[in-house]
């Protein structure tokens, strides 16, 4: 994070290529992560780069992480509006990092990912976000094992209520339960995360 406030503070040339050597040594550090990168749209970013400086990884491909193009994402269409996206809307107001999702994210992996944010402040002043992607698949394998110890129908649930993944192929991710639906679960937070495990009783 620290590296990412350091890179918009810095001369003009050098902002692109310090945040896309973050971001592939972030990609590189483990094969769970699709994107990262740094949005924003304060003038002072602006006037020296462009708002979206993220790459995403062509792993499926074999190729190298590759920029994100504004311009052929919904971003290009929206970015007036960042506000009201919740990646970047939360840690803006709030001034936490938060998890988005999951969800389908057509701007980047097309798949149902989580993605991640945390402000970027200078002197106290919010300048943007940086985050990554993580895409459920990437983690389906694993948690999946660790809820079949739990229960044949055991969830991983986002906030309290949205499906991230499911044992019980009622619940499809990305769906969200109802409140008369999560009365027949017990559902324990799990540490440190937005995230629940969710058991039928």
Not at 64 to 76: C, S, V
Not at 85 to 102: D, K, L, N
Request: glycine residues 6%.
């Amino acid at each position: 994070m620290s590296v990412a406030t350091d890179a918009i503070s810095v001369a003009p040339r050098s902002v692109e290529t310090r945040v896309e050597n973050v971001a592939r040594d972030v990609l590189a550090s483990t094969t769970r992560f699709a994107g990262a990168g740094i949005v924003s749209v304060h003038p002072k970013v602006l006037a020296r780069s462009r708002s979206l400086l993220w790459w995403v990884t062509q792993r499926e491909n074999g190729g190298e992480p590759l920029p994100l193009d504004a311009d052929l994402t919904e971003l290009g269409t929206y970015q007036a509006g960042l506000e009201d996206i919740e990646w970047y809307r939360v840690p803006a107001t709030t001034g936490r990092s938060h998890m988005t999702g999951p969800f389908v994210d057509y701007m980047c992996t097309d798949q149902f990912a989580f993605t991640f944010t945390a402000p970027l402040e200078i002197d106290g002043e919010f300048y943007g976000v940086a985050g990554i992607d993580m895409t459920v698949h990437s983690l389906e394998d694993e948690v999946e094992s660790l809820l079949e110890n739990v229960s044949d129908d055991a969830m991983l649930l986002a906030n309290g209520d949205l499906v991230a993944i499911s044992l019980d192929p009622r619940f499809a991710t990305g769906s969200r339960l109802k409140p008369a639906q999560l009365d027949s679960y017990t559902v324990t937070p799990v540490a440190g995360t937005a995230l629940y495990v969710a058991v039928p009783h």
